[in-house]
């Protein structure tokens, strides 16, 4: 995957790409009601297992993203995707709240406009 649309994460030794792509922008619109919604979701979860519920379930979300690419371009070569059991066993509470930046820079990676202006030249008739 390319540097400006992901962020890393190690799990169970194994680096993943997390990264938001319009299929999982779909996904998470789907679930939250809105990206503009995920924040207050991730920021007022009711319970603790709530909250780690929310941030299990993105990071498996956006890990996939990066697998699902590769099993697309590697139709002999295929990884098995990540469940939310295999990540809750092996992460630790400590990393999960880690991981919670790796998913802010994955989410503002995958949603930076780049925007570019043109130089204006003057044409040789219009001078």
Known sequence: MTEERSAKITLGGDEYELILTTKATKE??????????????????????????????????????????HNLKNKIDKKEELTTEYVELLTSPLELAEYKSAITEAMFKGTARNIESEIETKNKAGE
């Not at 297992?49 to 690419?69: F, G, H, P, Y």
């Open 28 to 69: 998470i619109a789907s679930h939250y009601g809105g990206l503009e919604n995920l924040g207050d979701k991730l920021l007022k979860s009711e319970n603790f297992e709530l909250a780690l519920d929310e941030i299990i379930w993105l990071i498996t979300l956006l890990a996939n993203q990066s697998i699902k690419i």
